[in-house]
Nanobody, 124 residues
Framework: QMQLVESGGGLVQAGGSLRLSCAASGGALSVYNMAWFRQAPGKEREFVAAVSRSGGMTYYANSVKGRFTISRDDAKNTVSLEMISLNPEDTAAYYC?????????????????WGQGTQVTVSS
């Protein structure tokens, strides 16, 4: 059973940056596609970024493209999300997700394993 634990969230001013990490256990990260989602209060969970098993393919939501970078280190069983130029609209709980395969990477229901989330708050 894959288990995911996020860290790195916090309070940052607009224009600042944060680096989120997701530590995986219970399985070899290398066989999983990985993603980050976020959920703001009163809103649905939304896709942020994904990286393929090999790391060769990355996908981003339009709202974060050019500001966020997803990466993986299979040797350390970790996935990271580097976030720069943060704005208040990025405020949300950020979740790490994993799946072996599937279509429609932007749909939360297609991801099988989830972490508990880490809160990111961007002040204006």
């Amino acid at each position: 059973q894959m288990q995911l634990v996020e860290s790195g969230g916090g309070l940052v001013q607009a224009g600042g940056s944060l680096r989120l990490s997701c530590a995986a256990s219970g399985g070899a990260l290398s066989v999983y596609n990985m993603a980050w989602f976020r959920q703001a209060p009163g809103k649905e969970r939304e896709f942020v970024a994904a990286v393929s098993r090999s790391g060769g393919m990355t996908y981003y939501a339009n709202s974060v493209k050019g500001r966020f970078t997803i990466s993986r280190d299979d040797a350390k069983n970790t996935v990271s999300l580097e976030m720069i130029s943060l704005n208040p609209e990025d405020t949300a709980a950020y979740y790490c997700a994993a799946r072996l395969s599937g279509l429609d990477y932007a749909t939360p229901l297609t991801w099988h394993y989830w972490g508990q989330g880490t809160q990111v708050t961007v002040s204006s």
